[in-house]
C-alpha cells in the first residue's frame, strides 16, 4: 500500500513539472513617475538664484552643475549653499572645464582626476557642498572616463545625440549611471518650443523621464548658452499640471526587483 502511494505521489510530481510552465525568475525595473530633470551647466550661479525666486512657487528642483568653484565669490558660494539647502542639487562640473577627451589624449586619466575632480570634490567637500553626480564638460566623454569617474559620482551625465523622433532620443532615464541631457539652451539647433513640448509628452505617456539641460537663465536671450526662465517656466506649468515630477540627477536609484514569468 505505502509503494502504491508512493508511486501514485511521484506520478503526480512528474505530471506538475513537466505539464506547467517552468517559472524563471527575471530582474525588472520599478516603473518611474514621468518628470523631468532641469540641469544646469557652468557657474552661471547669480542668475540660477534668480531663477530659482521665480519658480520656487512650482515647487520645482534642479541639479547645479557647477564648474571653476575656485574662482567663485563668496556671495555666490553662499547662495549655492542656499539652494542645496532648499533641496536642489549641487553637482560637479569639473575644475577647470576642461574638455575631458582632449585632456587624456596627453595625459593620464589619473592626471585628469588630480586636475579636475579632487581639487573640485575637496573645495566643495570644504564649502558643505554635497557632490554625488558628475557632469561632462562639452559632454565629451568616453567609457575609460566613464570607469574612473563612476568610482567616485553615483551619477555621470553626457549630451544626447540629436534625433527627430521624441522616442529616439537619448534622454531618458532608463536606470543605468551614465545619463544624457538634451539641450534647451535658446540658439541650440535642435531647441524649439514645439519638439520639448513633444518630449514631455512622451514622458507623460511612457512614464518616462526626460533630462535637459542649460545654462545661463535669462528674460531676454542676446548670445548662445542661455535659456529663457520663460521656458523654464512652461516647464514648470507643464510638469504642475500633469501630476509629473520633478528629479534631481542625485535621486536616480535603479529601482530592481525580480519576479517570475
Ligand atoms: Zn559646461
Known amino acids: 500500500m505505502n509503494n502504491y502511494l508512493l508511486k501514485i505521489v511521484l ?4 505530471f506538475i513539472l513537466f505539464s506547467s510552465e517552468i517559472l524563471i525568475p527575471t530582474t525588472v525595473f520599478k516603473p518611474n513617475t514621468a518628470g523631468v530633470v532641469l540641469s544646469f551647466d557652468d557657474d552661471y550661479i547669480n542668475e540660477w538664484y534668480a531663477t530659482n525666486q521665480k519658480l520656487k512657487k512650482y515647487s520645482w528642483k534642479a541639479s ?3 564648474s571653476k568653484i575656485n574662482t567663485l565669490t563668496i556671495f555666490e558660494l553662499k547662495k549655492l549653499q542656499e539652494l542645496q539647502k532648499e533641496g536642489h542639487e549641487i553637482a560637479g562640473h569639473a575644475y577647470n572645464h576642461y574638455n575631458a577627451v582632449d585632456f587624456i589624449c596627453d595625459h593620464s ?6 586636475q579636475e575632480i579632487n581639487p573640485m570634490l575637496d573645495l566643495m567637500n570644504f564649502y558643505g557642498i554635497n557632490v554625488t553626480s558628475f ?4 559632454g565629451s566623454r568616453n567609457k575609460k572616463l566613464d570607469a574612473a569617474l563612476l568610482q567616485q559620482f553615483k551619477i ?10 521624441p522616442k529616439k532620443q537619448g534622454c531618458y532615464y532608463d536606470n543605468k549611471r551614465l545619463v544624457f541631457s538634451f539641450s534647451i539652451d535658446d540658439t541650440h ?11 514631455l509628452d512622451y514622458s507623460k505617456v511612457n512614464n518616462k523621464i526626460v533630462i535637459l539641460n542649460c545654462h545661463k537663465t535669462v528674460n531676454i536671450v542676446n548670445g548662445d548658452y542661455q535659456t529663457k526662465n520663460q521656458t523654464l517656466e512652461l516647464i514648470c506649468k507643464y510638469i504642475k499640471k500633469n501630476n509629473m515630477k520633478f528629479y534631481s540627477l542625485s535621486d536616480f536609484t535603479p529601482q530592481q526587483y525580480t519576479i517570475l514569468q
Open 189 to 199: 539647433n535642435h531647441f524649439n518650443i514645439p519638439y520639448l513640448l513633444k518630449l
Open 64 to 66: 547645479f552643475c557647477v
Open 156 to 165: 555621470i551625465r553626457g549630451r544626447a545625440f540629436c534625433e527627430t523622433n
Open 11 to 14: 506520478l503526480c510530481t512528474f
Open 135 to 138: 557632469v561632462y564638460p562639452y
Open 109 to 114: 586619466i589619473e592626471e585628469y582626476r588630480q
